[in-house]
């Protein structure tokens, strides 16, 4: 059965067709909800197409917020198409990388900070530690998306506000996430 690609999807119709290649192979390899649409007759959905969506991630500013600067050109193309694809399934993919060095740095600092009767500190501590420092370097990473008037903007923030969930063991044994945070620290540009 030769599967309709869904024309909404445009460009992001490669998703699809890669998931359904994997269908064939084997059926339990993909969600139980693209199970659904490859199992209907010509893989047609049934249902009502969805409304367009509202993006909710987006920040609605009063056009004279000092910090937005409009989005245009490739850029306003680009917030577009990521405002149409919030109704695409969600497809993640994982990497692996080398921390040797990031270990045995860990265990440097560690060895130093046990001597002088200080904590631990963990890759979350690292990671975050990186994240600020890149930071210094690029100032773009600290950017939202937001919208004026409807129209899209980069919102420009000053300040940085970063939280990191951490999975930690309480007393009765259960597991909980708990964000540590950095709350309105200077961004350096």
Known sequence: MPLKTDPDLGINSWLEDELYQQYLNDRSAVDKSWKEVFE???GQSERAPLPAPQLARAAVLPADSHNLQPL??????????????VTIPLATSQRVIPVKVMDENRRIINQH??????????YTHLIGWAILKALEDFPGLNHAYGEANG?????VHTRINLGIAVDVAGKDGNRN???PNIKNGTCVA
């Open 113 to 122: 900070r046990t001597l002088v009767g200080k904590n631990k500190v963990s």
């Open 177 to 179: 996430l708990v964000v």
């Open 40 to 42: 209907r007759p010509n």
């Open 151 to 155: 129209q899209p903007a980069r919102i």
């Open 72 to 85: 245009r050109g490739i850029a306003a193309k680009i917030a577009e198409n990521m405002n149409a694809s």
